[in-house]
């Protein structure tokens, strides 16, 4: 065995080793997207009539009446109109309407300001399936306002650092809500949430990887092993190269089982599998370089470990990650473009939204170029990681 | 503890081994260890200022000197982890400097530190820096049960080393420098923080590996140490190689004033007198029930001195003939103890 390999293979049977690799790279991604998948998931033969008691009036309210108006509900809602609380629960109970919502006052401000006030569904004896269908609506709507908290509040238990999910989530809950919560791509099919959370969650939680890759090279150094590695017979390089290794095959492996199992649990469709592959494989080498980047700036784990965090942080927020940005303002579709994983979350979207496989020929070569110019950049620092 | 026997002329199967052609099509060498006017300066700061030394095959050569001497300086430099600014290291044969690659892999480092990854078991470890040296397969197995046994871990083999003791992962580091079978091994200050029983079986490991022919190069502050483990000593002070010798070659250098303890009641003052008279004895202390003299070639003097004392009148319960050590020859050379 190279001895490269030996290192990538030891820095994997560690990082494997650690409970919160399973989770950050594998659980997490693909209980989040499932999650989303199944609030946005319904029974397609089913139909039933709804109607919303707004007695909120809010931007949020407005937002909601629009969710269930969408047209991939169409098949599944018609919402009717009601003058009253009082008028729905009649309608309700006469079987007119198969559930009612009541979004309460302060619905609006409430959810802006961080916190959750709950939908209220009115359903009858009559029509437990039309009032669950209508409750299932109400916490996936729910849900998606919750997204981003979920998923901080998963970071957490994961073992993400507590201050850098603090500064998150106020990033976060700043962010404009989508008008529109079924979201659309450029393709000719609709794309379906899970198509989105999926590649967007799975790109999320890789890039964890350069927080675990860059204290690992900290540690090697503070704990001596970097020292008995520098008297082995082989070059600084190949220890790089090694630990390289290890941070492709992981963040590789963490994307790849995201895309695996979520296109056949819960239907997501992520393109065609040697494109999806291509991009896979491109952000990757792009931890690689991240992490690489990392370890130049930081000088001692703690610094690494917070780089990392405002890095991957950053990254997930302008590249859209947690916000859809189909109907972002150019501003913010603009930043995306500077983000890897904002380009490659566009191509599986356009993708999954049905276009040629040729679409993501540009993403790809803009991941490439990240992980060039990164790792460059890393290379051009690199005496102050030597020198130390 | 008997000093071993004196330097230069290695155990016969190691001379013999010198003589054979190096491992790996290497250059033929007679001293494993070459190291010529080794100089490294940090700033301003001459850490290591013109060292010279050789360690010949199965030989332990010990280097004693005090917190910040040089020790681990002259150690990193034989390692190729630092590049001195002046002077060369052969390693078996081959320059240090210019051939890295092929010296690293004839010498073993135990750093100052305990260096393990502490999430790995033992044998992970070991097994992951057999590797680096290119072993694999069953003769990487093999090696790694081997070592392991020579260390004595082999029951707590699949432990992983943050649930070892201290003296355990001493124990583990020393293991994890000896897979590839190195003709070096380099110890830096292994017994920093152990306590006596395991550092005895550190001690014991050393010197069995010695005895096999392997050279060893060791620094510590204890004195003791480097008189019982090592054929000869360099003694370091401020990155100079103030002295070097064996230990008897050493102790010569102080005068080999013996001091003579004796235990003895009666009339002491008389006894004492006599004492003083008495040739090759240079000082003469009484305090209490005890009379300590300084004498040079103290045992030869023991039966003048227990003849003096029965005519005195003093009745001696007990004698003790104590030969200086390397404490009094740091001291001598440097004008500072050893250790605070
Ligand atoms: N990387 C470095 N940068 C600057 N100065 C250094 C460096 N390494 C060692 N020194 C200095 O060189 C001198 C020798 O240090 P060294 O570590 O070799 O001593 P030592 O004999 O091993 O001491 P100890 O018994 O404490 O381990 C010290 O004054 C130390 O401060
Ligand atoms: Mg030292």
């Given at each position: 065995m190279h001895p490269v390999v030996a290192i990538a293979l030891k820095d994997l049977r560690q990082r494997l080793r650690d409970r919160s690799a399973w989770v950050l790279g594998f659980i997490a991604p693909m209980a989040v997207a499932g999650l989303i998948s199944v609030a946005f998931g319904g029974a397609q033969s089913f139909h039933t009539s709804v109607a919303v008691v707004d007695d909120d009036?809010?931007?949020?309210?407005?937002?909601?009446?629009?969710?269930?108006?969408?047209?991939?509900?169409?098949?599944?809602?018609?919402?009717?109109?009601?003058?009253?609380?009082?008028?729905?629960?009649?309608?309700?109970?006469?079987?007119?309407?198969?559930?009612?919502?009541?979004?309460?006052?302060?619905?609006?401000?409430?959810?802006?300001?961080?916190?959750?006030?709950?939908?209220?569904?009115?359903?009858?004896?009559?029509?437990?399936?039309?009032?669950?269908?209508?409750?299932?609506?109400?916490?996936?709507?729910?849900?998606?306002?919750?997204?981003v908290q979920l998923s901080v509040r998963t970071a957490v238990a994961a073992g993400a650092p507590a201050s850098s999910v603090a500064a998150l989530a106020a990033q976060a809950s700043a962010q404009p809500l989508p008008e529109q919560v079924q979201p659309q791509a450029s393709g000719a099919r609709t794309l379906t949430a899970v198509s989105y959370y999926a590649p967007a969650m799975g790109t999320f939680f890789m890039f964890f990887a350069i927080g675990f890759g860059s204290r690992g090279w900290f540690l090697e150094r503070s704990g001596g092993t970097l020292e008995r590695l520098s008297v082995a017979p082989l070059g600084i390089g190949a220890v790089l190269a090694g630990k390289s290794l290890a941070t492709f095959v992981y963040g590789a492996a963490s994307l790849g089982t995201v895309a695996v199992v979520s296109s056949l649990l819960f239907g997501a469709d992520w393109g065609p599998p040697p494109v999806v592959a291509a991009l896979v494989l491109a952000l990757a080498l792009t931890l690689v370089g991240l992490t690489a980047l990392v370890i130049t700036l930081a000088r001692t784990e703690r610094q690494a470990e917070g780089i990392a965090s405002i890095l991957t942080f950053g990254l997930v927020l302008l590249g859209g990650n947690f916000v859809f940005i189909g109907q972002a303002p150019d501003a913010v579709r603009a930043l995306a473009r500077l983000t890897p994983n904002g380009w490659a979350l566009r191509a599986f979207t356009d993708l999954a939204g049905g276009a040629p496989w040729t679409a993501a020929v540009g993403p790809l070569l803009a991941v490439l170029a990240f992980a060039v110019a990164t790792s460059a950049l890393a290379f051009a620092l690199r005496r102050r990681v030597l020198a130390r | 503890?008997?000093?071993?026997?004196?330097?230069?002329?290695?155990?016969?199967?190691?001379?013999?081994?010198?003589?054979?052609?190096?491992?790996?099509?290497?250059?033929?060498?007679?001293?494993?260890?070459?190291?010529?006017?080794?100089?490294?300066?940090?700033?301003?700061?001459?850490?290591?200022?013109?060292?010279?030394?050789?360690?010949?095959?199965?030989?332990?050569?010990?280097?004693?000197?005090?917190?910040?001497?040089?020790?681990?300086?002259?150690?990193?430099?034989?390692?190729?982890?630092?590049?001195?600014?002046?002077?060369?290291?052969?390693?078996?044969?081959?320059?240090?400097?210019?051939?890295?690659?092929?010296?690293?892999?004839?010498?073993?480092?135990?750093?100052?530190?305990?260096?393990?990854?502490?999430?790995?078991?033992?044998?992970?470890?070991?097994?992951?820096?057999?590797?680096?040296?290119?072993?694999?397969?069953?003769?990487?197995?093999?090696?790694?049960?081997?070592?392991?046994?020579?260390?004595?871990?082999?029951?707590?083999?699949?432990?992983?080393?943050?649930?070892?003791?201290?003296?355990?992962?001493?124990?583990?580091?020393?293991?994890?420098?000896?897979?590839?079978?190195?003709?070096?091994?380099?110890?830096?200050?292994?017994?920093?923080?152990?306590?006596?029983?395991?550092?005895?079986?550190?001690?014991?490991?050393?010197?069995?590996?010695?005895?096999?022919?392997?050279?060893?190069?060791?620094?510590?502050?204890?004195?003791?140490?480097?008189?019982?483990?090592?054929?000869?000593?360099?003694?370091?002070?401020?990155?100079?190689?103030?002295?070097?010798?064996?230990?008897?070659?050493?102790?010569?250098?102080?005068?080999?004033?013996?001091?003579?303890?004796?235990?003895?009641?009666?009339?002491?003052?008389?006894?004492?007198?006599?004492?003083?008279?008495?040739?090759?004895?240079?000082?003469?202390?009484?305090?209490?029930?005890?009379?300590e003299l300084l004498a040079r070639d103290g045992r030869l003097r023991l039966p003048t001195v227990l003849a003096a004392a029965s005519s005195a009148g003093a009745s001696v319960r007990s004698v003790e003939v104590v030969e200086p050590d390397l404490e009094a020859v740091f001291l001598h050379l440097t004008g500072t103890a050893l250790r605070e």
């Open positions: 009036h809010g931007a949020i309210a407005t937002g909601f009446t629009q969710f269930l108006r969408s047209p991939d509900l169409h098949d599944l809602l018609t919402v009717r109109t009601v003058s009253s609380r009082a008028d729905a629960q009649s309608k309700v109970a006469d079987g007119v309407l198969g559930a009612a919502f009541v979004i309460p006052a302060g619905f609006s401000d409430a959810v802006t300001a961080g916190s959750s006030e709950p939908i209220t569904v009115l359903g009858s004896v009559d029509a437990t399936v039309a009032a669950q269908v209508a409750r299932s609506l109400a916490e996936s709507f729910t849900a998606h306002l919750e997204g | 503890m008997t000093p071993a026997p004196s330097t230069g002329a290695a155990p016969a199967s190691a001379a013999a081994r010198a003589r054979e052609p190096a491992r790996g099509g290497g250059d033929a060498y007679e001293d494993v260890l070459v190291a010529s006017h080794l100089t490294r300066r940090f700033g301003d700061r001459v850490a290591v200022d013109d060292v010279s030394f050789h360690i010949a095959p199965g030989e332990a050569y010990g280097l004693l000197g005090p917190n910040g001497a040089g020790k681990t300086t002259t150690i990193r430099l034989v390692c190729g982890l630092l590049s001195p600014d002046d002077g060369s290291i052969e390693v078996a044969g081959i320059d240090v400097t210019a051939g890295a690659t092929r010296a690293k892999a004839r010498i073993g480092y135990v750093p100052q530190e305990v260096s393990l990854y502490p999430d790995l078991t033992a044998r992970e470890n070991l097994a992951f820096f057999g590797r680096l040296y290119r072993l694999s397969g069953s003769a990487l197995r093999a090696r790694v049960d081997e070592v392991l046994e020579l260390v004595d871990l082999t029951d707590r083999a699949d432990d992983r080393v943050d649930a070892y003791s201290g003296g355990m992962r001493r124990r583990l580091n020393i293991g994890a420098s000896l897979l590839h079978r190195p003709e070096l091994l380099v110890l830096d200050e292994p017994t920093v923080g152990v306590d006596p029983q395991s550092r005895h079986a550190i001690m014991e490991s050393i010197r069995a590996l010695g005895s096999s022919g392997l050279a060893v190069l060791y620094t510590t502050h204890y004195m003791e140490e480097a008189e019982r483990l090592c054929d000869r000593v360099g003694i370091i002070d401020r990155g100079r190689l103030v002295a070097e010798g064996t230990r008897r070659e050493l102790v010569a250098r102080v005068g080999e004033r013996d001091r003579i303890l004796l235990s003895a009641s009666g009339s002491l003052g008389s006894f004492a007198a006599a004492c003083r008279s008495m040739e090759g004895i240079d000082s003469v202390d009484v305090s209490d029930s005890t009379v």
